[in-house]
């Protein structure tokens, strides 16, 4: 390997003075002088990546390509003609590469080119936009990566060669393997000093209420943290996930005489959570009568009967017991802590079905007090909070002015008898999140219904005088699951949606005897397409969309579901094992034979893989990446009648089977970046 190709190279990093950039130092290919680099610390991928692009791009007469900020040709092919359409572009137009460089962008829709380029953006005064267009077309070169552009409208459309493009292309796939579609250089603290290391993100999800049981409205929280954390993970970011339990409060000493009452050892050891919900519904049951019974004998003036009611029920009952674990008596903590432990130990079992694994279970209790009448002290004395009428609040009209202010409205973060509310705990966590691990960003994945709150969380916060941690702070919201309610202990949940799922899936895997007796487990196959289709329906319109929980939709192998991507997946695995072709045999493969259209067309969708992976970092919608796999999957299926590999010619077989492996790549990384578990045989 030539090391030189992995000299360190250097350059502004957010063109702050765009004006005085220059094209200097190049990725040169070995034999040049100049020569460029892709990364300090390659990886053994990496470095072989470097040394067939390096080789392809001599082959291909491109001499020099220029490094730009956020250009990483080794991790994302398309940059190689970012950087290329750059050189050229700025020569055309005169217009800085700073300007240009950014200005390239992808496209949804492969009718309007690989790339295009809104002229507008290129800030040229004087002409309008398709004058200055048509001009740069007469004067754009030959290239050996793309066609001479089109106009349409304000945007220049650039189509890649896409026989070059097959060559840079596949054999980066099926060198990086897992690691195609990640860049680690997207979490650099500082991309001009690697040594400096990577940006911490914390994200907060899933957040069940401990001793009731992980419903269908806790799934969406879990499956989108779960991705947002594959994702910065993926580039390159140091993510910590962090669960934040709903595991205090008044309603765990309700939980307790319930359980004093209804409880039973041996069903609380098998199914702990089941248990202690089923316990809580008939404690409550016997709270809700004991209140219509205050009621009635209030309405019946029997006024001193319903306070000594008051005084000895259950609600009065709960909130000792709550008191005496404010006040660590030992009984109580004891049994909340079996309670918190065993909710924790079964959460984990489903969290590991869904791919899903966490590195702080944080939760109410963990706030501790000492920071919370820190936190409360200091509102006090920056006169952020005030009381009224015996309760503290924050008067936000006051601090916030015009409708903002208003629209925040008056939260309590401290009620009468002194309990501190929800609030008060979660400025007092963010600031020991803070100092336990020094966070660059955090996301709270909370539902929609809680924008108020975490609105004025990060209001109060900056109030407070925090105003660098409330901008390192947010809030990704998303709808809610119809169909489902958990007041009357009615609710389906999770573990039943996943075995009904898992077990109708099995049943169409039967339909077919000859598949099915070649899957080695077909009820753990079963259960896993079961779970693909509870995640994709979850994942199949943007987030802050309601949707109907509907089996019938998920479960069916027609339309853009979960079974159907898995399906996709099985058959490409299929095809290569038919294949039987050894890896050395596809990499030995003549790509320059794969001509036909809806070859071309497959290279073409395949290539944008990295470009919607970081497009994704601007949306934070798993919408994104699975539009994009149904995409890919729709032009793989209509290729198969057009490249087939049994039956093909050797040579061609190779070069088509080298296609197939890559989609296949492709396919995988993104099945696992959206949390499924893409399955080899159905």
Known sequence: ??????????????????????????????????????????SKAMAATHDLLATKL?????????????????????????????????????????IIYPALQWTQTLEKGDLVLPVPALRVKGKKPPELAAEWVEKFPESPLVHKPTVNGTFLQFFFKVDKLAEILIPSILTRKQAFGRNKFLGLQDPEDPSKGNKRILIEFSSPNIAKPFHAGHLRSTIIGGFLSNLYEGAGWDVKRINYLGDWGKQYGLLALGFEKYGDEESLVSDPINHLFVVYVKISADQAAEKEKIKSLEAEGKTAEAQKLKDDGLDEQARRYFKAMTENDDKAIAQWSRFRGLSIKRYKETYARLNIHFDDYSGESQVKQEKMDFAAQKMADMGVSEESEGAVIVDFSKHVPGKAGKSLERPIIKKKDGTALYLTRDISEMMQRQDKYSFDQMIYVVASQQDLHLRQLFKIIELMGYKELAAKCQHVNFGLVLGMSTRKGTVKFLDDILKDVGEKMHEVMQKNETKYKQVEDPLATADILGISAVM??????????????????????????????QYAHARLCSITRKAALSEEEIASADLSLLTESHALEL???ISQYPDVVQNTLKTLEPITVLTYLFKMTHTLSSSYDHLRIVGSEKELMKARMALYDAARVVLNNGMRLLGLSPVERM
């Open 1 to 42: 390997m030539n090391s030189s190709f992995l000299s360190i190279i250097r350059y502004p990093r957010f063109f702050l003075r765009p004006q005085t950039i220059r094209l200097q130092p190049t990725y040169q290919v070995p034999g040049q002088k100049s020569i460029g680099t892709f990364s300090n610390h390659p």
């Open 603 to 605: 290279v073409r969708v």
């Open 58 to 98: 001599k082959s291909l007469s491109v001499a020099t390509l220029p490094k730009y900020p956020n250009c990483h040709p080794e991790v994302n092919p398309v940059d190689v003609y970012r950087a290329h359409l750059t050189e050229i572009l700025t020569e055309v137009t005169g217009v800085d590469a700073a």
């Open 536 to 565: 994709v329906q979850d994942m199949s319109g943007k987030r802050i969309n309601n949707y109907k929980f509907d089996m019938d939709v998920m479960t069916s192998f027609e339309g853009d579901t979960g079974p159907y991507l």
